[in-house]
C-alpha cells in the first residue's frame, strides 16, 4: 500500500493505525534506553467527530463499497460554519467514493442539549434520490451514523419512483416548456405521486442562483405504512415540526403519504426555489386511519400538508389539502401547490396532550463493537440510531412518542450482514419510564480485543511516541464497513469479536479508506511502529 505521509502528528496517527493492522502480531522494542522519552498524546484535538456510511435502502448494502459510485454532501443548516474535516479545515461540501465519510465539529465548541450543534447532510449520487439527513450532536465524542439512499432504478418495499426525466431549460435556467413527472407503478404500492411545472419557470437553489445545465427531475413516493422502513423519512417519526402560528415544537407524526420532489443538474446541484406555483400531488392509501375522525379515510377529509426544512430541521406546515377519490386502486388523491422542492408529508403531527417529550437514558449491558438501536411504537420504527463499543450509555433527546402505547427498543450488531438481532427490553407507557437498561448478548463465542498502539521516532532525542488518539476503527463486512469503536490516546477495545477469524480493518486517511485483512488470534495486542526519519524530522 502506497501512501503520502503527512508533515502533521495528526495526519500520521492516521498512519499508524494502518500500519498496527498490517503488522498486528509484532511488537518490538526499539527504544535505546539511554535516552529520554517524550510522549505526545492526543494528537487530535477535535472532541466532536461523526463518520457517516451511505446505505442502499433495498439492499442494505453500502454504497460504492465495491463499485467506486461517488455520493456528493453539502452540509446545510445555521451551524455548518461549525463543521470541519478531521485536519480541522472548514467543511461545506465533500465527496466520497466509497460510501464512508468522517468529520467533526471545530474544537472550540462543545455541544450540549442546552448548545447543540444542528447540520443537515444533503447527499446525491447519480441514480439515487437525493436525500436530506438531519444531525444534531448534543455531546462530545464519536458517533456512527447510517443513511439510506433509494435507488431509482431498485426503490425498497413499499417505495415507488418515477423515471428520471429531462428538464429542458434555458441558459438562466427557465423551463422552456411544460414538465411533467409521475412515479411508476409498483408491485409493492399502489400509490404514486406527480409533479407538473409550467413553461416559463425558473429554478433556482436554496441561495437563489438560478440552476442550468443538463437537469433532470424524479419523484419518489411511500405510503405511510412503509415510511421508516423504506428509508423515505430519515428524521424518523419524533420529529420538530413548525405550525401554522410559525411556532417550532416537538410532535409525533402519524404519516399517510411521503413523496421526494428533486431536479438536479449534472454536477449535483439541486433545485428548491421556483418562480411560479407547480402543482404537486400524492395518494393516501385505503385504510389510512385520519386520527381527527379515527375512521378510515374518504372523498372530502382534510389532510394537512407539510414540507422539510434542512436549515430548521422541521416538518414545516404549508397547506391543508382535500381528499379525492377513490380511484382504481382505492386510494385517495391530495392535490396542492408549491413554489419550492423538497421532501412532502401528507399526515398529521400531535403534541401536547396526547404525546410526551422527554430524554430517555438507555444504559446498555454487554459487550459489542457496533450496534443499531431501533426505537418502536407498536411495532413502527420511529427513531434509529447506530453507536460503537465506546458508548455503555445513550441519551435519546426530546423523543416525542404517543402516551399509553407500548415501546420497544431493540439492539441489533452491525458486525453481520445482514444485522442481527442481540437485544431487546419493551416497556408499556414511555412517558412514564425514562430510564432503561438494554441488556445486549452478542453469542458466548465473541471476546474483547484490547489493542495498544504507539508510533516511535526512535533516533530523536528525546526518542518521540506518539499515542493517537480520536480515530475511527472500521470493521468491513459484507454489507460495508462498520464503525467499531475509537482509539483513546492509542488504546482501543474491540468488543464482541469472534477470535480465529479474519477481519478487514480500516480508518479513513485525507478522504480515502485505508484497510488491510489479518486474522485476530488473541486477546491482546500492544504495537510499537517505527516511524520513518523523514516524517520524524518534522515533530516539533
Given at each position: 500500500m502506497k501512501m503520502n505521509f503527512s508533515k502533521k502528528i495528526k495526519f500520521v496517527s492516521a498512519i499508524v493505525i494502518v500500519a498496527f493492522f498490517a503488522v498486528i502480531?509484532?511488537?518490538?522494542?526499539?527504544?535505546?534506553?539511554?535516552?529520554?522519552?517524550?510522549?505526545?498524546?492526543?494528537?487530535?484535538?477535535?472532541n466532536t467527530t461523526a463518520s457517516v456510511n451511505f446505505i442502499d435502502a433495498a439492499t442494505n448494502q453500502q454504497i460504492g463499497a465495491n463499485t467506486q459510485q461517488a455520493i456528493n454532501i453539502s452540509f446545510?443548516?445555521?451551524?455548518?460554519?461549525?463543521?470541519?474535516?478531521?485536519?480541522?479545515?472548514s467543511l461545506s461540501t465533500t465527496s466520497t467514493n466509497f460510501g464512508v465519510i468522517s468529520f467533526g465539529v471545530r474544537p472550540d465548541i462543545t455541544p450540549t442539549p442546552q448548545n447543540p450543534v444542528k447540520v443537515t447532510l444533503v447527499a446525491s449520487s447519480n441514480g439515487y434520490v437525493t436525500t436530506s439527513y438531519p444531525i444534531i450532536f448534543q455531546s462530545t465524542g464519536s458517533r456512527s451514523i447510517s443513511i439510506s439512499m433509494i435507488s431509482v432504478s431498485n426503490p425498497p418495499q413499499g417505495t415507488t419512483t418515477s423515471t428520471p426525466t429531462s428538464v429542458p431549460t434555458s441558459n438562466n435556467g427557465t423551463t422552456s416548456s411544460t414538465v411533467n413527472v409521475q412515479t411508476q407503478s409498483s408491485s409493492s404500492t399502489s400509490g404514486n405521486a406527480s409533479l407538473s411545472i409550467p413553461s416559463g419557470t425558473t429554478l433556482s437553489d436554496a441561495n437563489g442562483n438560478p440552476v442550468t445545465g443538463t437537469l433532470t427531475a424524479t419523484v419518489?413516493?411511500?405510503?405511510?405504512?412503509?415510511?421508516?422502513?423504506?428509508?423515505?423519512?430519515s428524521s424518523g417519526l419524533s420529529v420538530s415540526f413548525i405550525d401554522s402560528s410559525k411556532s417550532q415544537s416537538q410532535g409525533y407524526i402519524q404519516p399517510a403519504s411521503?413523496?421526494?420532489?428533486?431536479?438536479?443538474?449534472?454536477?449535483?446541484?439541486?433545485?428548491?426555489?421556483?418562480?411560479?406555483?407547480?402543482?404537486?400531488?400524492?395518494?393516501?392509501?385505503?385504510?389510512?386511519?385520519?386520527?381527527?375522525?379515527?375512521?378510515?379515510?374518504?372523498?372530502?377529509?382534510?389532510?394537512?400538508?407539510?414540507?422539510?426544512?434542512?436549515?430548521?430541521?422541521?416538518?414545516?406546515?404549508?397547506?391543508?389539502?382535500?381528499?379525492?377519490?377513490?380511484?382504481?386502486?382505492?386510494?385517495?388523491?391530495?392535490?396542492?401547490?408549491?413554489?419550492?422542492?423538497?421532501?412532502?408529508?401528507?399526515?398529521?403531527?400531535?403534541?401536547?396532550?396526547?404525546?410526551?417529550?422527554?430524554?430517555?437514558?438507555?444504559?446498555?449491558?454487554?459487550?459489542?463493537?457496533?450496534?443499531?438501536?431501533?426505537?418502536?411504537?407498536?411495532?413502527t420504527t420511529v427513531l434509529t440510531q447506530n453507536i460503537s463499543s465506546n458508548q455503555t450509555q445513550f441519551v435519546f433527546n426530546n423523543v416525542t412518542v404517543p402516551k399509553?402505547?407500548?415501546?420497544?427498543?431493540?439492539?441489533?450488531?452491525?458486525?453481520?450482514?445482514?444485522?442481527?438481532?442481540?437485544?431487546?427490553?419493551?416497556?408499556?407507557?414511555?412517558?412514564?419510564?425514562?430510564n432503561i437498561t438494554l441488556n445486549v448478548n452478542p453469542g458466548n463465542d465473541r471476546s474483547d480485543i484490547n489493542v495498544d498502539v504507539t508510533a516511535i521516532c526512535a533516533d530523536r532525542d528525546p526518542v518521540l511516541k506518539i499515542k493517537p488518539?480520536?480515530?475511527?476503527?472500521?470493521?468491513?463486512?459484507s454489507c460495508g464497513d462498520v464503525n467499531v469503536g475509537t482509539l483513546n490516546n492509542g488504546k482501543i477495545t474491540l468488543k464482541g469479536f469472534i477470535l480465529n477469524t479474519t477481519y478487514t480493518f480500516g480508518v479513513i486517511y485525507r478522504g480515502e479508506m485505508y484497510s488491510d485483512s489479518h486474522l485476530v488470534d488473541q486477546t491482546n495486542y500492544v504495537f510499537d511502529y517505527n516511524l520513518s526519519a523523514d516524517v520524524c524530522k518534522d515533530f516539533k
Open positions: 502480531y509484532t511488537s518490538c522494542d526499539i527504544t535505546n534506553p539511554t535516552k529520554n522519552i517524550a510522549v505526545i498524546f492526543n494528537t487530535l484535538s477535535l446545510t443548516g445555521p451551524d455548518t460554519d461549525k463543521i470541519v474535516t478531521l485536519r480541522e479545515e419518489t413516493y411511500s405510503s405511510g405504512q412503509n415510511i421508516t422502513s423504506s428509508g423515505a423519512m411521503v413523496a421526494s420532489f428533486t431536479i438536479t443538474n449534472q454536477n449535483g446541484q439541486v433545485v428548491h426555489q421556483l418562480s411560479q406555483p407547480v402543482q404537486l400531488s400524492l395518494s393516501v392509501p385505503n385504510g389510512t386511519i385520519n386520527p381527527t375522525t379515527n375512521a378510515t379515510i374518504k372523498n372530502g377529509d382534510i389532510v394537512p400538508i407539510y414540507s422539510y426544512d434542512e436549515t430548521s430541521q422541521a416538518w414545516q406546515f404549508e397547506t391543508k389539502s382535500t381528499a379525492s377519490g377513490p380511484d382504481a386502486n382505492g386510494n385517495f388523491t391530495l392535490a396542492f401547490t408549491a413554489t419550492h422542492l423538497s421532501n412532502w408529508l401528507a399526515g398529521w403531527i400531535n403534541s401536547g396532550g396526547q404525546v410526551c417529550t422527554q430524554n430517555i437514558t438507555l444504559n446498555i449491558v454487554g459487550d459489542f463493537s457496533a450496534l443499531m438501536l431501533k426505537l418502536k411504537v407498536s411495532g399509553g402505547l407500548p415501546v420497544t427498543i431493540e439492539a441489533y450488531s452491525l458486525l453481520e450482514c445482514p444485522a442481527t438481532l442481540v437485544g431487546s427490553v419493551s416497556v408499556s407507557d414511555l412517558c412514564s419510564q425514562n488518539n480520536g480515530y475511527d476503527i472500521f470493521v468491513r463486512t
